[in-house]
């Protein structure tokens, strides 16, 4: 059946990397029915196409050496049936290629398709359409060079006005991670009418982190009648999902819904420490404290009269109680915090200047890989560079391979990571990573992941699970972006005080 995957969908959705797709495709295969799997693959591309591009008088079909390829043509035939002018490149062999894409390409053959060489491109306007089904699954890193027939192919389709349809995943993005591999990376006056992507079988995780959302456009589902097999293997991630909205009890009292306590804010940088102090107060925080590094601490009591600033005495009587914010603007001075929270915490958020602390202080770091076996827990909100620093790599490597990333990370640190970026990831050991489906470019600016780290702790109520509390913030910050009013700029400042309201 197929369906349209909205970031906003209630139900977390199964995503699976490309070798357990490919165990699922093989195990399908192994059940053949009539019509077959590259059958209804192409008859499913062509319904998408037909529904995205309604008045298309034209296609451009291009099809790869594999299976890919054979859903290409089997696309491009049905097409044509339907009364379109279907223009096909064929890079494969009839004599090489597997069973099901030979009788694509005989019947391909006997249609009334125009075939062209690789040079050729043909003339399409904006309502017509551009098929992507060179690669697919199959696709490698080095399975393009800057002369080849793929690469110049896609950069010919790059030109063209019309719809685009990628069948399965844009060829040249990583179906695991989303990253784009050399030599396929869309130029940046890339702009089609409207981008589509139908993934076929399985939903993968490229699709929605990092360069997966600007490069799939509209992402589509069908399973293709495959769903025992899908039974078969079980998700490699799963894609976030709304949350299950919740009531405060009548009969409630601000005890019950803990203490947030934010520390960081050294000199010129209060600003950081406040947005999340702003954030915890605005979203359900029982009490909302702050504890300012400046030594001249600006007063916050006209902007902010329900925050409690607090002395340095109070602020260590509440390191075992409340849930701690920790390295929000901190610099230098939050040394000695982080390693007293670290230590008395039992909730602690660490975002920032913490996470760069802990990057270069090996007693700090083995402090908080102990936390989870004293049943303290732990949620880090790394930016790529923060990642990078404390897993000992370069950003480059944490951002080509992000769920592996993240989940390294929270593996070596025994703690919930969220790893922000398109598509942000949370990770925590013994949990399948989650893909966030929510936000937009908005949110690069300065102050929204403040912003994120009060909201994780406002929502971090004593006792619930810290992955569960993860996902749900993370979701809820995106979410926040993503209903912004399109005239109004988003300052961090706005989005510690907004409100989600329900998405129709």
């Known amino acids: 059946m197929l369906q349209r995957i909205h970031p906003h969908q209630a139900l977390a959705l199964p995503l699976w990397n490309a070798q357990s797709s490919r165990l699922i495709e ?43 390829g054979g859903d290409g043509l089997e696309a491009a035939h049905a097409l044509a ?22 009788r694509a390409w005989q019947q391909a053959r006997q249609g009334s398709l125009h075939w062209l060489e690789v040079h050729d491109t043909p003339t399409l306007s904006a309502d017509d359409v551009v098929i992507d089904a060179l690669l697919g699954l199959g696709q490698r890193a080095q399975s393009t060079t800057t002369a080849s027939p793929v690469q110049q192919l896609l950069h010919s389709s790059y030109c063209s006005p019309a719809h685009s349809l990628a069948i399965d995943i844009p060829t040249g993005l990583d179906t695991d991670h989303g990253i784009w591999h050399p030599n396929c ?11 589509h992507t139908l993934s076929l079988v399985t939903l993968k995780p490229g699709l929605f982190t990092g360069d997966g959302r600007d ?15 899908l039974q078969l293997h079980p998700a490699t991630a799963w ?29 010129g940088m209060t600003g950081a420490a406040i947005l999340a102090a702003s954030t915890a107060l605005h979203h359900g925080a029982g009490r909302t404290l702050l504890h300012l590094l400046d030594t001249a601490p600006p007063n916050i ?12 005495s109070s602020t260590h009587a509440h390191l075992a ?20 929270a670290l230590t008395l915490t039992p909730q602690l958020v660490l975002d920032a200047d913490a996470l760069n602390t802990l990057a270069h202080q090996p007693a700090l770091r083995a402090s908080l890989q102990t936390r989870r076996a004293r049943g303290q827990h732990t949620i880090l909100t790394p930016h790529p560079l923060e990642a990078a620093r404390l897993l000992g790599c370069t950003t480059a490597e944490v951002q080509a391979q992000r769920l592996l990333a993240a989940q390294a990370l929270a593996d070596q640190l025994q703690s919930t990571i969220i790893l922000k970026g398109s598509g942000s990831i949370i990770a925590s050991p013994g949990h399948t990573p989650h893909i966030n489906p929510t936000g937009n470019a908005r949110l690069a600016i300065g102050g929204t992941g403040d912003v994120l780290a009060g ?40 989005l510690a005080q907004a409100q989600l309201t329900p998405f129709q």
Do not use: Y
């Open 185 to 195: 990376r869309p130029p940046d006056t890339w702009a089609p009418s409207s981008r």
């Open 321 to 340: 109680h409340a849930t701690i914010v920790c390295g929000c603007g901190g610099g230098t001075a939050i040394t000695p915090w982080l390693a007293e």
């Open 215 to 229: 490069a799939c456009g509209d992402i589509w589902w069908e399973t293709l009648d495959c769903d025992n097999a």
């Open 81 to 102: 049936q339907r009364g379109l002018t279907v223009w096909v490149h064929w890079l494969g062999n009839a004599e090489r290629c597997s069973p099901d894409t030979q």
């Open 455 to 494: 909201l994780v702790a406002a929502r971090w109520r004593p006792g619930t699970d810290n992955h569960s509390v993860a996902c749900q913030a993370v979701w809820e910050h995106g979410a926040l972006a993503d209903q912004w009013p399109s005239q109004q700029a988003l300052t961090a400042s706005a």
């Open 26 to 68: 093989q195990a399908a295969l192994a059940t053949p029915q009539r019509p077959s799997l590259m059958q209804r693959a192409g008859h499913a591309a062509a319904r998408l196409t037909c529904a995205m591009a309604p008045h298309a008088r034209q296609a451009w079909v291009l099809c790869g050496p594999g299976n890919n």
């Open 301 to 312: 009591c006209s902007t902010l009269p329900d925050v409690m600033q607090t002395s340095t």
């Open 239 to 267: 894609l976030n999902a709304a949350p299950t909205p919740t009531q405060r009890p009548h009969n409630s009292h601000k005890g019950s819904f803990g203490d947030v306590l934010v520390i960081g804010g050294a000199p």
